[in-house]
Nanobody
Framework: EVQLVESGGGVEQAGGSLRLSCAAS????????IGWFRQAPGKEREGVSC????????YYADSVKVRFTISRDNAKNTVYLQMNSLKPEDTADYYC??????????????WGQGTQVTVSS
């Protein structure tokens, strides 16, 4: 059974940092791209960042470039999203997802349950 479990969300002040983790199981992790997505109340889901199966290629939404960094540890079947210089507009539910294709960073096949991030001003 494919499982993606997010952790690391919480409440942080603007300008602070959080690191999200996505632990995967039930599939050949090395074969899959992993993406981070977010959805704020009343807004459409947004592709935040995606990383290729080997980690060589990454994608970032313009809204998070420079501030967020995606990485993966294939030995631990885990992908991370380091979020720095957080802004109130980063407040959303964050989801990780897996797919055989890295791009587009949107309609991935397998999804986790999400973790909530709240940034206070």
């Amino acid at each position: 059974e494919v499982q993606l479990v997010e952790s690391g969300g919480g409440v942080e002040q603007a300008g602070g940092s959080l690191r999200l983790s996505c632990a995967a199981s039930g599939f050949t992790f090395d074969d899959y791209a992993i993406g981070w997505f977010r959805q704020a109340p009343g807004k459409e889901r947004e592709g935040v960042s995606c990383i290729s199966s080997g980690g060589a290629n990454t994608y970032y939404a313009d809204s998070v470039k420079v501030r967020f960094t995606i990485s993966r540890d294939n030995a631990k079947n885990t992908v991370y999203l380091q979020m720095n210089s957080l802004k109130p507009e980063d407040t959303a539910d964050y989801y990780c997802a897996a797919d055989l294709l890295t791009l587009p960073c949107s309609d991935y096949s397998y999804w986790g349950q999400g973790t909530q991030v709240t940034v206070s001003s």
